[in-house]
């Protein structure tokens, strides 16, 4: 019955760990920040040792990961802090690194540069905890989780081609073609892209044409409005998580119809969300071939997680 008990204890104690949140962040590299490593320092320890867990991160997006922390949950409870190890005012074991706790939020991680071949920055988090007791003859499993929040960005800027009829027929009555257009993204845990039919033929003083958004989380992790939204107490999860703001951003010369400049996004998982809109460009002024940028931007909190297992054996029986 008691083997019982501390097994039902090491499942729900400490930072508990919520049903139906993903416990492994299977984020792609490429798509912001990874965890690359987490686990205790032996994966079978004895009652009463000290025992180290180690996570370790690195960026391997595009852009900079800013504000980032991290919690290891599930031991709290059960699990008393080593020697000299910090906790909150909720008893929980901080990490070791000033840097690595939510009270500070001090770890930024600069993005890769693949043309100078340097990789992105990494960091590392370390806690210490005393292994708990437990009865003679027999072993406990217990699962460690971590999760690591930061800040992040993902932007899009698609080039649209606004041509004239005539424009469009001298061009073909020559034999030539239309510049190119460009498209660039950020390589984040949060996808944006925008669909036209481009070029787009004017006529008179004004015309309309479709945008098409898709917003989608490919990190393999949840997003936040802000990275203090991501962080839950208890139980419940935070009011901003799967929220995402949206900004749309036009030039000179172009208006949104239907959607607006600001939208607001909710992404569960990593099913994407579509928007759909219409940009009215003002051609009155137009001369020859013009191309204009549309933009996408948000700025977010963002979370992943990893877990690890560790086998605890009595004191006085060996590995």
């Not at 040792?49 to 991160?57: A, I, S």
């Not at 072993?139 to 971590?146: E, G, Q, R």
């Not at 009555?173 to 660039?184: A, F, N, T, V």
Request: charged share 20%; net charge negative; aromatic share 10%.
């Amino acid at each position: 019955m008691f083997l019982i008990f501390l097994i039902i204890i090491s499942v729900i104690s400490g930072c508990v760990l919520p049903t139906g949140e993903p416990f492994e962040s299977k984020t792609p590299v490429g798509t912001g920040v990874i965890i690359e490593h987490f686990g205790p320092d032996f994966p079978d320890v004895h009652s009463g040792e000290e025992v180290e867990f180690t996570l370790r991160v690195k960026n391997t997006g595009s852009v900079k990961a800013e504000n980032g922390f991290a919690e290891l949950l599930g031991l709290d409870e059960v699990w008393e802090g080593g020697a000299g190890a910090q906790a909150g005012g909720t008893g929980e074991v901080f990490p070791d690194e000033i840097k690595c706790r939510y009270t500070n939020k001090w770890i930024t991680m600069l993005p890769e540069d693949p043309y100078s071949g340097i990789t992105g920055g990494e960091e590392t988090c370390t806690w210490r905890y005393i292994a708990p007791q437990v009865l003679p003859g027999l072993s406990t499993p217990y699962k460690a989780k971590v999760r690591f929040f930061y800040s992040y960005r993902s932007s899009t800027i698609k080039m649209v081609t606004l041509v004239s009829k005539e424009e469009l027929k001298a061009l073909q009555d020559q034999g030539k073609g239309l510049p190119s257009e460009s498209y660039s993204k950020t390589k984040s845990p949060i996808s944006l892209d925008i669909e036209t039919a481009s070029p787009i033929r004017t006529y008179g003083n004004y015309v309309e044409f479709p945008i098409v958004i898709t917003i989608k989380n490919i990190g393999g992790g949840t997003v936040c409005s802000s990275v203090d939204k991501c962080k839950k107490d208890g139980w419940g999860m935070n009011e901003g998580w799967y929220k995402l703001n949206l900004d749309i951003l036009l030039p000179q010369g172009m208006t949104l119809n239907v959607c607006s400049y600001k939208e607001n996004v909710v992404l569960i998982g990593d099913r994407p969300q579509t928007i759909s809109c219409k940009v009215v460009a003002d051609t009155s002024q137009q001369i020859g071939i013009i191309q204009k940028n549309i933009e996408l931007r948000a700025e977010y909190g963002y979370f992943i997680d990893k877990t690890a297992d560790v086998l605890v054996y009595p004191s006085t029986e060996p590995r």
